[in-house]
């Protein structure tokens, strides 16, 4: 058999970086895998105003990135290899990755996190990468001096288009809402009031996406009258929530009705030695702070779960 | 792998026979980043089965918008100075590798 490692770490945002933190620190052996660089999400997202110590702000990738290098300070090593199935009620559990390699772990600290939500919209699929993205730092810069349409009235929906308007000439929010109703933080939603590129289409729900080859137009449909309304665009850019990347955890830990990983405080899941952290649990808030918070919660049982069972 | 950009495409990919894939990237996108270990390992595995090229779409904006690439990662084959397949965004090295086979 090969080397069991104390803990093996699924996912290497900033739930799985903290609990790799944590776990290094304690002199655990511990391994994150993760198919992405690290940093999940947040490493896609431009910018970050309310994680606590930067007064002035910071970058997801900055961020993102020096969580890396703090955990990897602490002796637990980042791998870049996707899992495809874990058998959690084994001793040593099993993590298998694609191309067949193992890794056995006496504890499993899942943080697969979250990705953004497809409306289905008809044209939603067919303009993936032709003007259609869920993502502004990946795709923002083709659109300088074109006009684009963000759908979706969160956090990231109203951040996300101001950082859009760096470079598109017209930014217009779709909202479902009625007029000044966002679901965003005031704070956002006062500087966005405030831009000029920024316009707003109100009691709104985008209908279809167009075009021929590249996005061409959007049609919105209003949802008091049911008009429907052609808004020419280059890119249309979806911020409505998130789903979490668990279907690799179906039938191994109890998940709730959308797929959520279901833990208690100390982050235990159903199946004893296996924790859940990130996005990807059951929770009332997903942001940096309270994945980063999940990870050290997560890293702290796992250690009291091995110094328990020696 | 080959870089290619404005200057060269025509020849690098739309000229040359056989199968071509063209990893498209930039600086700012992390998927991009994630990826490019996974298409490096496929151009050597596969290096006898197709050309592999990558262009920094940050830097050849209209190139890629003439190839009608808006969006990062795209990876895209092209044969015979027709594009053939093409992956968008939400793909994996895996899906990479299956449409790789395929077309080879």
């Known amino acids: 058999m090969g080397q069991v490692y104390d803990t093996v770490i699924i996912g290497a945002g900033p739930g799985g970086l903290a609990a790799g933190l944590y776990a290094g620190r304690a002199k655990m052996s511990a391994v994150i895998v993760a198919k992405s660089l690290p940093g999940g999400q947040a490493a896609t997202t431009a910018e970050l105003e309310n994680y606590p110590g930067f007064p002035k702000g910071t970058t997801g990738p900055a961020l993102t990135q020096a969580m890396a290098d703090h955990t990897a300070s602490f002796g637990t090593g980042i791998v870049q290899e996707e899992v495809v199935d874990v058998d959690l009620g084994a001793d040593p559990k099993v993590v298998k990755v694609y191309g067949g390699k193992e890794y056995l772990a006496r504890t499993v600290i899942l943080a697969p996190g979250a990705s953004p939500k497809s409306l289905h919209l008809q044209g939603e699929r067919e303009f993936l990468g032709k003007g259609v993205s869920y993502c502004a730092t990946c795709d923002g810069d083709f659109f300088e001096d074109l006009d684009v349409a963000v759908i979706g009235n969160g956090d990231t929906a109203v951040e996300e288009a101001m950082y859009l308007t760096r470079f598109a000439e017209n930014v217009t929010i779709i909202v479902r809402r009625k007029e000044g109703d966002l679901r965003c933080n005031k704070s956002s939603a006062e500087r966005a009031f405030a831009n000029p590129k920024i316009h707003w289409m109100w009691d709104s729900a985008p209908q279809e996406i167009q075009g021929d080859g590249l996005v061409e137009r959007l049609i919105v449909r209003n949802t008091q009258t049911g008009d429907l309304s052609e808004l020419k665009v280059d890119g249309v850019f979806f911020f409505v929530g998130t789903e979490p990347q668990t279907g690799f955890l179906q039938g191994k830990v109890e998940l709730d009705q959308d797929g959520y990983i279901i833990a208690n405080d100390m982050m235990e899941t159903s199946v004893p030695g296996v924790y859940a952290v990130g996005d990807a649990r059951q929770k009332f808030l997903r942001q940096v702070i309270t994945a980063a918070a999940d990870g050290a919660i997560a890293a702290v049982a796992a250690e009291k779960y091995i110094a328990g069972r020696e | ?104």
């Open chain 2, 1 to 104: 792998m080959v870089a290619v950009d404005k200057v060269n495409f025509e020849d690098e990919v739309l000229k040359t026979d056989g199968l071509v894939l063209v990893d498209f990237w930039s600086q700012k996108c992390e998927p991009c980043l994630a990826l490019t270990p996974a298409i490096h390992a496929l151009s050597e595995k596969y290096a006898d089965k197709a050309k592999f090229c990558t262009l920094d779409a940050g830097t050849n904006k209209r190139l890629s918008i003439s190839q009608k690439v808006m969006g990062l990662p795209t990876v895209a084959f092209y044969r015979g100075g027709e594009k053939v397949a093409e992956l968008n965004q939400s793909f994996t090295a895996e899906d990479v590798e299956v449409k790789l086979k395929e077309l080879a």
